[in-house]
Each structure stands twice: as C-alpha cells, then as structure tokens.
C-alpha cells in the first residue's frame, strides 16, 4: 500500500506540473459522457436556488441529525454499472445520516444542466464531466463554493494536481469524483500472438501494424463517437492524443488557450492524421454502420469476439466489455492494454476526469460534498462497481483520485493505468474539457464530426470551430 501510495503522489504531481500553466484547471472523469440505461431522463424538480447570486455557504460541523433531508445529485453516469455504483457509495452515507441522497444519470446531463440551471431549477448537486462548464457557472454566481470544512476534507484526500480543476480564479468550487486515463489501447494479447503481431512502441510502428492486419484479412481498428449530444468527443480525444504526441505539450497548451487556433497548419495535420487512418480501407469496424453512427461504448463486444483487434479508448472503457470478460490474465480471451504510441520518443499521456459541484446552501447538501471529498466514498464506489461489472475479478471502469483510497480494491490491471501514468514525461487533461464549452463541448464535438463524415474539409471544420471561441 506504502508503495502504491508512493506511485500516486507521483502521478498526481506530474498532473500538477502539466497542469499548472493552464487557465482552467482539474480528474475525473472522463471524461467524457457515458451511454444507453439511465436512471431516468430528468433532473428531480426541488432542491433548486436562484442562481442569478451565490449565497454564503453553510458549514456543517455543528448539525447533530439531517434524518428526513433530501439531496438530488444529477449527472452523466448513466450505464447500470456506473450509476448504479454511485448510488451504492451514496446509500453507504445515507443509511448513517438519514439523508435521502438520489443520484439521478442521463446521458445528455451536460445539456440538461445549462436549461436547469437558467431555469433556477437545478439540481443540489452536479457531476461536472468538463471544468470548463464548471467554471462556466462559477462564474456566472451560479455554482456556490466549498465551505472551509468541505475544502478541507478534500485537500487532505487529493493532491492539488486534482483539486485545482476546480479552482476558478482563486476560490474551489469543484471536487474531484472520477479520474481517467486516456492514452491507452485495449488489445486480446492472444489474438496478436495468433496473428505474430508486436506491441507497436512509435505512430508509424502502428500505421505499420494497421496495414499489415488488413494485409491479413484482419480489422485493425474498431472505432464509433456517437454518444448522444455529445456525439464526436471521441474524435477529440484522438485529435488531443496526437497533439500532444506530433507537436508537444507547450503547444497543446497554447492550443487549449487558443494562443493556436484551429486552423493552425499542426492542428489540421492532426485532424488529417487521425481520419486518413480511419479512412484506410479495411482499417475499421463500425458496428453502426460507419464511424459517426456508432456508438462509442459498442466496441468492446466486437474486439472480444476478434471483429477488430484494437480499440483507442480511456480506461473507464473496462465497463463496456460483455460481463465475464477476463483481463490481462493471461487467458484466451482476456483483453489487456498497451500505452498509445509515442511520436517523437516521448511518453505523453492525457487524462481526464468529472467534478463534483453544489448549486444549493444546506447542511446536507455539504455533507454530501464532503463525503464526495473523502476516501470513503472512493472506495464504495470502486467495490460496488466492480461488483456491479460480475465480481469475482472483474474491471470495475472506474479509478478514483483519492490518494487514501485503499488500492486493495483495485486489479492489477487497473493498477498498471496508474504505472503508465507514473512513467510519463509529459501529462496533460483533455483538451476540450478545458476549453470554453462553447467550443469544447460544441463546435469541436459538431464541426469534427461533420469532418470525420466528410461533409467538411480539415480547413472548414478548423475555421468553423475557431468562430466559435467567445
């Protein structure tokens, strides 16, 4: 544990040196959205403030009984697993406080939100899947920040690498609830033993890969970005992988801060790289029927059943693989993962994560923050997830930032995510969760995908998006 613990300070201090230099700052999450079963489709009505003003915030060291209060969470989570999970933590607190805690999932929360929100009506608490959108409302006096208790308990549960995406302009609004690695492929190690494939350690070792499967009658890649309103983000994780890995992180940076626009020469070369991949006949199965019709969670049936032989995807993707699947067991069908190749012999990794943020003033409102902020949470969360994913070994999808968080509840595989972190030069959070929502959860989600279409060209996407940056 002393070990593991050392490992994650590591981590967390490489994400707060990335991270240090940008405008808005994270974990989480994620991450981007999550797909098919909600709970249910809309955010419960009460619980709402005016959000035209934060109030002072309410401390909650003096309350004795919260027994018949009421606090709704509304979020992206939204899969059996993943929002059956968090209610499980959730009940955990409930069951010793008496407060009735509801997590409600859907997966176009992120949309939700801005109606609710304007409408006066949102919910007690949010699971921010972009601080960007969380700063969005900081700013707007919407979103309250963190009692001095709350912010407390947080800092001591996470290194500032994490807590600082939730810092807008010198005051912490946000908690970290999820983290995510990002720059990871999932591969069946026996079927590139079948195949005499090698792990590829460069981008051309793996365009060489690509062509050499197809040579072979074999699929390289399964790839789907449709989710919902958020349809393309999945083009934008490639996009922000590969700018960091063709042209480094002082120009990713400047890239996020608009300091390079779009339409740069280096971004479009980007863009070109990822769909002429893509677009590589033979290169891709798309079980929707093409690329911007899939879904991004339906990809882990078909490399289990051999359909394709790779998958770019974060490591919250281990709760989309059918249930029972093994993982890096060394068995026929286990699924494993290898490090997305570097470019220039760096090791670049992007991660990403969700936030936790309140809109309404109450004492249990805060005490749910709290429990947010602590390791406890991070540990029923992970136990019930995995369970939730078919026990008995299974990937849970999940990893906390919580750096209490007991490791005991984690597989090794899902251990190795924080070893590949630890071994990287360069760590960065996802671009477009950073950037203003307008662009990064908008014009770069729509103009991209209407890019990977065809309807528009690399230059008509980048100048598109680029009109959209308030």
């Known amino acids: 544990m002393k070990q593991f613990k050392w490992l994650l300070l590591v981590v967390v201090f490489a994400m707060f040196a990335a991270a240090c230099g940008n405008d808005e700052a994270d974990d989480t999450t994620t991450a981007a959205p999550t797909e098919t079963t909600a709970a249910t489709t809309e955010a419960p009505d009460d619980g709402g403030t005016d959000t035209t003003e934060a109030p002072a915030t309410t401390t909650t060291e003096a309350m004795v009984d919260l027994s018949g209060t009421r606090v709704t969470v509304f979020g992206p989570e939204e899969t059996e697993a993943e929002a059956g999970a968090l209610q499980a933590a959730l009940d955990v607190l409930a069951a010793r406080t008496g407060i009735e805690i509801i997590y409600t999932g859907a997966r176009d929360a992120a949309d939700q939100i801005n109606a609710q929100v304007a409408g006066g009506n949102p919910p007690d608490i949010f699971v921010f899947p972009q601080p960007g ?8 006096g919407a979103l309250l920040p963190l009692p001095a208790d709350v912010e407390a308990e947080m800092a001591a549960n996470h290194i500032e690498a994490w807590t600082s995406f939730g810092n807008v302009d010198g005051t912490q609004f946000g908690i970290p609830q999820k983290a995510d690695l990002k720059s990871l492929v999932w591969y069946q190690p026996a079927a590139f033993a079948a195949g005499g494939y090698e792990i ?3 981008w051309d070792d793996l365009k060489a890969l690509t062509n050499q499967m197809i040579a072979d009658g074999n699929t390289p890649w399964c790839v789907g970005i449709e989710s919902g309103p958020a349809t393309g983000w999945t083009f934008t994780d490639w996009v922000e992988d590969l700018m960091l ?18 339409s740069d020469e280096r971004v479009i070369q980007v863009f070109n790289e990822v769909v002429d991949l893509w677009n590589t006949d033979g290169a891709v199965f798309a079980a929707g029927g093409s690329i911007a019709s899939t879904g991004f969670g339906d990809n882990g049936e078909p490399l289990v059943d051999g359909r394709c032989l790779m998958h770019r995807q974060a490591s919250f993707f281990s709760a989309f693989f059918p249930e029972g699947t093994p993982a890096a067991d060394g068995s026929e069908g286990a699924v494993d993962v290898f490090y997305f190749p570097s470019v220039t012999g760096d090791r ?3 991660g990403a994560g969700t936030l936790v943020g309140a809109f309404r003033d109450a004492p249990e409102v805060w005490e749910v923050m709290k429990y ?3 390791a406890e949470y991070a540990d029923e969360r992970q136990k019930a997830q995995a369970e939730f994913q078919g026990g008995g070994g299974a990937l849970s999808g999940y990893l906390s930032p919580a750096i209490n968080a007991d490791p005991a509840n984690y597989q090794p595989l899902e251990q190795s995510f924080l070893e590949i972190l630890s071994s990287a030069e360069v760590v960065r959070f996802d671009g477009s969760d950073l950037m203003p929502t307008a662009v990064g959860a908008g014009s770069f989600w729509t103009e991209g995908t209407s890019f990977v279409n065809g309807q528009l060209t690399a230059e008509e996407a980048a100048a598109a998006i680029d009109a959209t940056w308030p």
């Open 372 to 374: 947010f902020a602590g």
């Open 348 to 350: 670049p990794v992007l």
């Open 245 to 262: 890995r063709f042209h480094g992180a002082d120009v990713y940076d400047q890239w996020v801060a608009n300091e390079v626009p779009f």
């Open 133 to 140: 959108k969380l700063a969005d409302f900081a700013r707007q």
């Open 200 to 202: 590829p350690t460069t």
